[in-house]
Structure formats: structure tokens, C-alpha cells
């Protein structure tokens, strides 16, 4: 039998057997992509086709409101590297140079009582309230 990508990714979700691993395609940094050029893969290729991985849709899990909660404020930025908190409450550091990866250095919500700050501030009730009533909080 060959599998979809949709039938593989529903039996993995359901901690059910299958053909083989969900693959998502490869998202190479433009460098990196340049070198594999060089290396002979073909320009303006399908790398999902390519590598035979799956199709892969992302889902948007934050509300639209979120920078109201966790505000995005630069800490430092010395022109080669930069610290700030970002709207997903998360302090990184990352290098302004092309593709660099960030390095997460601390979390705005670490417990509990973190994030009930955040609700009571931003909704006006407590997180145990929100749930009573139905609402995620």
C-alpha cells in the first residue's frame, strides 16, 4: 500500500504504525541552498519532491492580540548581535549576520502563576475563572 502524506501524518498523531516517518521538506537557509547548487541540485526544484518528503501546512496558534500580552522590546544591539524579548515572550540572542540562528536565554512564563499574571493583566480574570466559564485562557 502507499501512503498519502495526510494518511501517514493522522496514524502518527494516533500513535498508530506506519510506512515510514513523517518527513517534512527540507527549509534550507539561502547559503545553504546556494552550496547545494554548486553540489548539483538542480535550480527551481520542488526540494518536498526532491528529498520524497511530505506536504506539510503550518497552523497558526496565536491570537492576534499576542503583542499586547508579550511585548517585543530590543535589549541590546551592539550592530553584530542582538537581545530582545520578542511577542512570543521569549528573550533570544541572535547575530544579524544572514541566516544565524537565535539562542533562546530566558522565558517571560516559567509557571503557573507567570501566565496567570499575564490573563489576569491582559483579560481581567484569573486563569482557574477563564476556565470555569468555558473560555481558554
Not at 30 to 44: A, C, N, S, Y
Request: glycine content about 8%; overall charge negative; hydrophobic content about 35%.
Amino acid at each position: 500500500m502507499s501512503w498519502t502524506a495526510r494518511e501517514r501524518y493522522i496514524a502518527a498523531l494516533q500513535h498508530r504504525e506506519t510506512d515510514r516517518m513523517v518527513l517534512s521538506p527540507p527549509a534550507p537557509w539561502p547559503e545553504t541552498l546556494e552550496r547545494w547548487h554548486g553540489e548539483g541540485l538542480p535550480e527551481k526544484v520542488d526540494l518536498g519532491d526532491y528529498f520524497g518528503t511530505d506536504a506539510v501546512a503550518g497552523v497558526g496558534a496565536f491570537h492576534s492580540d499576542m503583542p499586547k500580552v508579550f511585548p517585543h522590546r530590543i535589549i541590546q544591539d551592539d550592530g553584530e548581535m542582538v537581545i530582545d524579548w520578542t511577542m512570543l515572550g521569549v528573550k533570544v540572542m541572535w547575530f544579524k549576520k544572514p541566516c544565524s540562528p537565535s539562542t533562546e536565554l530566558e522565558f517571560s512564563v516559567r509557571e503557573l502563576p507567570d501566565w496567570e499574571r499575564r490573563v489576569q493583566a491582559r483579560y481581567g480574570v484569573t486563569s482557574q475563572a477563564a476556565r470555569s466559564s468555558g473560555n481558554d485562557a
